[in-house]
T-cell receptor, first 114, second 113 residues
Framework: QQQVKQSPQSLIVQKGGISIINCAYENTAFDYFPWYQQFPGKGPALLIAIRPDVSEKKEGRFTISFNKSAKQFSLHIMDSQPGDSATYFCAAPAGPGSNYKLTFGKGTLLTVNP | NAGVMQNPRHLVRRRGQEARLRCSPMKGHSHVYWYRQLPEEGLKFMVYLQKENIIDESGMPKERFSAEFPKEGPSILRIQQVVRGDSAAYFC???????????FGPGTRLTVL
């Protein structure tokens, strides 16, 4: 079974700063790592995702970095804004043949101060 | 293009009652997934369904919980004889294929008194 460990549990950043959230996984036989953003009272929304054939993917202010040898992937939010304040979840498929079954980290509560 | 819809958004039940949660997938999506989120926890996979079929229910408790996705109408997650420990947010997601991105609904927050 897949295990995903996410850190930190909470993060406070000043406006304009860089927010970094890390995830570590155990099993390697899968091909999709999404990050979800969740605002209070809402469902998770896909933010950005990466496949392990690339080491980095950037979309606007959001970048995923992937380190296959270390079994880690991270989310970087550049020029963080108060509107980015939310809970962020990393996820990975549960294992071989179970790409549809996402295992989520416990989440990181990001607060961006104005 | 409407997203994943769930209703009700909030549901209050007393212990021993039944809870029915409904999910309408995005247009064109035939794959539905149910997840449960406990306070300050990540989402936990419960069940994966396609039209009229349960594909994987490995995350669903063996008793009191059931799910269906009929040929017509929404997917239903049913919890019989609810207990306080069932209080959680239940999210439904849908995708176009089993390996495509899953899009989540707004969730149903179940409170058991």
């Amino acid at each position: 079974q897949q295990q995903v460990k996410q850190s930190p549990q909470s993060l406070i950043v000043q406006k304009g700063g860089i927010s970094i959230i890390n995830c570590a996984y155990e099993n390697t036989a899968f091909d999709y790592f999404p990050w979800y953003q969740q605002f209070p009272g809402k469902g998770p929304a896909l933010l950005i995702a990466i496949r392990p054939d690339v080491s980095e993917k950037k979309e606007g202010r959001f970048t995923i970095s992937f380190n296959k040898s270390a079994k880690q992937f991270s989310l970087h939010i550049m020029d963080s804004q108060p509107g980015d304040s939310a809970t962020y979840f990393c996820a990975a498929p549960a294992g071989p043949g179970s790409n549809y079954k996402l295992t989520f980290g416990k989440g990181t509560l990001l607060t961006v101060n104005p | 293009n409407a997203g994943v819809m769930q209703n009700p958004r909030h549901l209050v039940r007393r212990r021993g009652q039944e809870a029915r949660l409904r999910c309408s997938p995005m247009k064109g999506h035939s794959h539905v997934y149910w997840y449960r989120q406990l306070p300050e926890e990540g989402l936990k996979f419960m069940v994966y369904l396609q039209k009229e079929n349960i594909i994987d229910e490995s995350g669903m408790p063996k008793e009191r919980f059931s799910a269906e996705f009929p040929k017509e109408g929404p997917s239903i997650l049913r919890i019989q004889q609810v207990v306080r420990g069932d209080s959680a947010a239940y999210f439904c997601a849908s995708s176009a294929t089993r390996t495509d991105t899953q899009y989540f609904g707004p969730g149903t927050r179940l409170t058991v008194l």
